[in-house]
């Protein structure tokens, strides 16, 4: 297999009690969107903030508050926020 084809980094890997990664839908200058399942299959997208910025306060604030607003939001053009993961230096939105 070659490098284009080869899983990306992470997949496979469990997030939380709930979550299996199981490929990246994009990348940010702030994070990564996984496709995800849970428990019971079904399909979620998991947005993880990048490792290297946890340490930051400011990034880490902003990364919770976007998830605050977006759990305000009620709308069928708004993706519905589901879950937030914590655990260790990961953190996560599900969606």
């Not at 979550?19 to 849970?38: C, F, I």
């Not at 604030?61 to 607003?69: A, G, M």
């Not at 759990?71 to 655990?87: C, F, K, N, Q």
Request: glycine share 12%; hydrophobic share 40%; aromatic share 4%.
């Amino acid at each position: 297999m070659n490098d284009d084809q080869s899983e990306p980094q992470g997949a496979g890997r469990a997030l939380g009690s709930n979550y299996l990664l199981t490929s990246v839908l994009g990348t940010g200058s702030m994070g990564e969107v996984w496709r995800a399942t849970d428990r019971s299959g079904r399909a979620f997208a998991v947005k993880l903030l990048l490792p290297g910025l946890a340490s930051d306060p400011d990034l880490v604030r902003r990364f919770v508050t976007e998830r605050s607003i977006a759990l305000g939001i009620d709308s069928p053009h708004v993706v519905r926020v589901h879950d937030m993961v914590v655990e260790g230096q990961t953190l996560a939105i599900g969606m």
